[in-house]
């Protein structure tokens, strides 16, 4: 079955310094990734997507993610934090034989001043 | 402002009540989801529809009944609901085939649900 990690509950990081936000995989075939953003009281938000291509995707916000199939994974990344990117982000794999999607557990990302 | 659309935001409702959840997007999607999502816990998912069938059930107690009455609303119908039902329940929608099939699902802001 199509699974993601996210190994790491909290990760906290003062605002204007680089962030991480780890995501490691396990597929059968070819993944489709994505990670999704969610504030307070509100749905899931798309951030960006890996199906094919390039190893480096960017996305919304100022967001980037590196997939590497060496290593499974799919890092959440963005060069300089602001305050408000504070919020819990998932990442999320595509089942190829359904429309299921699977979430990790969710990061929660704290940015302080 | 999220293109899915569900009403109403907050419900609060008794055991023994039966109420409605409604989900609306106006995308053209043909898959709509329903999710589950606890505080601090990833969604949950209950239902698919695709092309306003129901294409999966991930084994959600019969007090939810979920409904497709056309390509753009999705309803959850609940009945006898107990205490653990609480929580935040999520539409999603999606392209279910094709070049866009690999698109993400667009969620809206939930209705939040707590049974007394």
């Known amino acids: 079955a199509q699974s993601v990690a996210q190994p790491e509950d909290q990760v906290n990081v003062a605002e204007g310094n680089p962030l991480t936000v780890k995501c490691t995989y396990s597929?059968?075939?070819?993944?489709?990734l994505f990670w999704y953003v969610q504030y307070p009281n509100r749905g899931l938000q798309f951030l960006l997507k890996?199906?094919?291509?390039?190893?480096l995707v960017k996305g919304s916000y100022g967001f980037e993610a590196e997939f590497n199939k060496s290593q499974t994974s799919f890092h959440l990344k963005k060069p300089s934090a602001l305050v408000s990117d504070s919020a819990l982000y998932f990442c999320a794999v595509r089942d190829g034989r359904n429309n299921d999607m699977r979430f990790g557990a969710g990061t929660r990302l704290t940015v302080k001043p | 402002d999220t293109e899915v659309t569900q009403t109403p935001k907050h419900l609060v409702m008794g055991m023994t009540n039966k109420k409605s959840l409604k989900c609306e997007q106006h995308?053209?999607?043909?898959?709509m989801y329903w999710y589950k999502q606890k505080a601090k816990k990833p969604p949950e998912l209950m239902f698919v529809?695709?092309?306003?069938?129901?294409?999966i059930n991930e084994s959600v107690p019969s007090r939810f009944s979920p409904e497709c009455p056309n390509s753009s609303l999705l309803n959850l119908h609940l009945h006898a609901l107990q205490p653990e039902d609480s929580a935040l329940y999520l539409c999603?929608?999606?392209?279910?085939?094709?070049?866009?099939?690999?698109?993400?699902?667009?969620f809206g802001d939930g209705t939040r649900l707590s049974i007394l």
């Open positions: 999603a929608s999606s392209q279910d085939r094709g070049p866009g099939y690999w698109q993400p699902q667009h």
């Open positions: 890996y199906i094919t291509g390039d190893n």
């Open positions: 597929v059968s075939g070819n993944p489709y």
């Open positions: 529809y695709s092309y306003e069938k129901l294409s």
């Open positions: 995308m053209g999607h043909r898959a």
